[in-house]
């Protein structure tokens, strides 16, 4: 077992801080720069994305918790959904009072990408926001969309 060749408790795991520095590292940018299909893994950044789909539409929601209406944007420009925000914490307007030891809270601006779907309506999309979770509303085509056809005795 590997606690016979390492202490876990004196363990020295830079080795493994200095990873995970470079994998985020290489998360960030690459997320700057090529934007992400709707069906793609969107990593661990702020804000976390659930996307879903069903025979009408794709549903994407968007965790962004203490995030109002105002702190938001949302645009389609060359089949690219792209979502915009900042968050200012109280820890923020404090701090501008007093000393900050510790936030692991994220505040600041970012700026997600996801590349849309042939089958995407971007002309009507909606979209709206409640208790810091932002659902947006891509419906398909048309023409895309399964038609049920009735069957009629002869």
Known sequence: ??????????????????L?????NLESRASGTLARDLRAHAGSRFPLINVGETD?????????????QKDLEIRIEDRLLTIQGKRETLADRDARESTLYRQERFSGEFVKTLSLPDSADSESIEASVKNGIVTITLPKKAALQPKRIEVRAA
């Open 20 to 24: 995970n520095w470079l994998r985020s």
């Open 1 to 18: 077992m590997w606690f016979d060749l390492v202490d876990p408790w004196n363990a020295d795991f830079s080795f493994f801080n200095e």
């Open 56 to 68: 009408q539409e794709f549903k994407i929601y968007v965790f962004a918790p203490g995030m109002e």
